[in-house]
């Protein structure tokens, strides 16, 4: 798809939305003056207006797509997303539970009973099943189990038995198995049997009497080549695969490195599972990504855009807890040296900037390591190499920027010794801001915890605490 073409996307999703509020809003509006008007047959009149509003919303509604009316309850508050919500057509209930954000998706099968909730995900294949599993109440999940045929159950129970960012949780089951003994002309005519192919088929997977993988049919060979030709010459045998129990990181990778759509998921016995899709796969890098932006920014997990106050803040206090007592210690440090800073008023001016700069330089490099680890370039032959690389550039930076914020601090107060001073401050609290980017967040990783998660608020701290103390304390040696 073209950019133009994804503007348009956007552009008409948000006419979607824009329509869905002025309808909202209308209704309000025209039931708010209603009540205040005296009339007779006042509660017949307001009941027609009423269901005159709903009708209206309920056929915009259903000539959405149920990705776009995903988007429209995440955009709009509480109260009028479930307004909306009890309008959405019963069949497209669970894929919407599919689409939304977590959060959103909580308050959605909140408003939902168990009956409701059990006709919407009878309808969603097993993986998308297990997709919602861990949101939906125990006693839904039983019924559900009891609903699905033996072979649906043991897939469902095998991939809920899978940690959550394992292949085996992202891969589903619709894929085409074929054998290597028959001709091509039967694997269409299989194919024409069955009217249909699962979504993002662009090969058909070879398996013996055992269901062991013995290679794939890609279905452009199917298509080209004689009919007559069997599956045993075509097939390609060299095939990607994945087991249950890959990291879904690296599957990812795999993908991006080798161009896939689809490929086999497969056990210890190299029995096909399942299959990964490309689909899926893109929501998994996304939702990554989210998580990384808000473990950046030190929230604990995602939070619904129009959750209580008291909740969203819940999910802010961890960090700003943390932050409250690391500001409380470079306010300490700075506390140690006030004899000094009494002594030569121009240092309070000053110190912040080397505490900024050396923030933003060991932010610089803390998320080109957390980059790094999601991309699985660091090991234990590169690393060294790695923090020797990362020295230099804090030496270069500090010298070159060191002598420049040097000069300018001479230039205002006519003090080499306090340009110096600053100087050599600059410095050295960019190289303590490149040793902090890069521990961190591979210590994080070493102890098998998110690097992303805090980094740039303990860095921060860190760097600010370290830049006040090396800024007043080379003042303290050599000015006072």
Do not use: C
């Amino acid at each position: 798809m073209s950019e133009n073409d994804n503007a348009l996307s956007d552009e008409l999703l948000r006419h979607h939305l824009d329509q869905v509020v002025e309808l909202l809003e209308k209704q309000k509006l025209e039931e708010a003056i209603l009540q205040h008007q005296e009339m007779p047959r006042h509660d017949l009149i307001e009941t027609l207006l009423h269901k005159q509003h709903q009708a209206a919303l309920k056929q915009k509604l259903d000539q959405l797509h149920s990705a776009d009316i995903a988007y429209i309850l995440e955009a709009l508050p509480l109260e009028d997303r479930l307004t909306v919500w009890n309008l959405v057509k019963s069949e497209l209930d669970g894929q919407i539970l599919l689409d939304v954000s977590d959060a959103v998706r909580e308050t959605l099968i909140s408003d939902m009973n168990a009956e409701e909730l059990l006709t919407a995900t009878e309808r969603l294949d097993t993986d998308e099943i297990a997709d919602l599993a861990p949101d939906l109440p125990y006693e839904v999940m039983q019924d559900l189990l009891e609903s699905l045929n033996a072979q649906n159950r043991e897939r469902l129970q095998s991939v809920l038995s899978y940690e959550e960012n394992t292949v085996a949780a992202l891969m589903d089951f619709g894929m085409v198995t074929i054998r290597e003994d028959i001709t091509l002309e039967v694997v269409l005519r299989y194919l024409r049997f069955r009217g249909d192919l699962p979504e993002h088929t662009d090969k058909l997977f070879v398996v013996d009497k055992n269901n062991v993988l013995k290679g794939v049919l890609p279905l452009k060979r199917l298509l080209i080549h004689d009919p007559d030709t069997p599956v045993s010459e075509l097939m390609a045998k060299d095939v990607v695969s994945f087991r249950l129990d890959d990291d879904a990181d690296d599957a990812a990778r795999a993908f991006e490195r080798y161009d896939l759509l689809s490929a086999p998921v497969v056990d210890s016995a190299h029995r096909l599972q399942g299959r990964l899709g490309v689909d899926a796969i893109v929501d998994y890098i996304r939702e990554q990504s989210d998580e990384e932006m808000l473990a950046q920014a030190g929230l604990l997990q995602e939070e619904d855009l129009f959750s209580s106050v008291w909740k969203s803040a819940k999910n802010r206090w961890f960090w700003l807890v943390i932050n409250l007592f690391t500001a409380f210690a470079s306010t300490r440090v700075i506390g140690m040296f006030e004899d000094t800073i009494v002594k030569l008023v121009a240092l309070a001016s000053l110190m912040p900037i080397v505490a900024a700069i050396g923030g933003n330089s060991g932010n610089q490099t803390s998320i080109l390591i957390v980059r790094s680890l999601a991309l699985d370039l660091i090991n234990s032959s590169n690393v060294r190499i790695l923090i020797v690389k990362e020295l230099g550039i804090a030496l270069l930076n500090g010298a070159v920027w060191g002598s420049a914020i040097g000069l300018a601090t001479y230039f205002l107060y006519r003090n080499i010794d306090l340009a110096m001073v600053m100087a050599g401050a600059m410095l050295l609290n960019l190289l303590v801001a490149a040793i902090m980017g890069i521990s961190i967040p591979l210590i994080r990783h070493k102890l098998k915890q998110d690097p992303a998660m805090g980094t740039s608020v303990m860095l921060t701290a860190i760097t600010d605490g370290m830049g006040f103390f090396i800024f007043l304390g080379l003042a303290t040696l050599f000015l006072v």
